[in-house]
């Protein structure tokens, strides 16, 4: 497996990464117009989770190419993409099991955030985050679940409304889940470390 990582530390695999992230994340904004349009302005930070988890990701490549690494940015990038990441996918795959139905849409969202959480997890051993870093990164983690389960500012999915106060449980854990992932992949003693190749 190592193999992959003089691939993925290259500048033309993280040029590549940092056009198609900037892609997604203007389409990840656009797809929120409509409940940002209704959102208290206090809160506007807090509800478009996929786009920024992949925007903390752009600049996280930006450094990268500059032969950088921003560490805080990379903290909330790695929680914020496993975490968004598999939460998308779940929650997709809950409406298939409400509807009986997946629409391309949903199939493309699956694939798309299944691959953010991968890139999450595959840089890890280019990030260079200290422990207050994944700390102010959990405050900001959980402190979004509030915003989402306590204020209703959770992404939209109509059909599964009755089922909001699971979503929320399940979407706290799933936090938990994040930041220990972050800690054992960049934090543990004897991790596996590279630098980006020049």
Same mark, same amino acid.
């Given at each position: 497996m190592k193999w992959i990582y003089p691939l993925l530390g290259s500048r033309a695999v993280l040029m590549m990464l940092l056009i198609i992230n900037t892609a997604g994340t203007i389409y990840g904004y656009i797809w929120y117009k409509w409940q940002l349009v209704d959102t208290p302005a206090i809160f506007l930070a807090f509800v478009p989770d996929s786009p920024t988890a992949s925007l903390f990701f752009v600049f996280v490549l930006m450094a990268f190419l500059m032969g950088k690494n921003w560490p805080l940015l990379e903290a909330l990038a790695i929680v914020t993409l496993v975490k968004y990441g598999i939460w998308a996918v779940v929650m997709n795959l809950l409406v298939y099991r409400v509807t009986g139905d997946l629409d391309p849409a949903a199939l493309m969202l699956i694939f798309s955030h299944g691959a953010m959480a991968l890139q999450g997890v595959l840089y890890a051993p280019f990030y260079r985050f200290?422990?207050? *870093? +994944?700390?102010?990164?959990?405050?900001?983690? +959980? *402190? %979004?679940?509030?915003?989402? @389960?306590?204020?209703f500012m959770? /992404?939209? @999915? /109509?059909?599964? %409304? +009755?089922y909001t106060p699971q979503i929320g449980y399940f979407t706290f854990w799933l936090s938990i889940f994040s930041l220990g992932a972050a800690y054992y992949l960049v934090l543990k003693k004897n991790r596996f470390s590279l630098d980006i190749v020049k």
């Open positions: 200290k422990t207050w *870093h +994944l700390v102010v990164t959990g405050i900001w983690t +959980l *402190h %979004n679940d509030v915003i989402d @389960y306590v204020f959770l /992404p939209r @999915y /109509p059909i599964l %409304n +009755l």
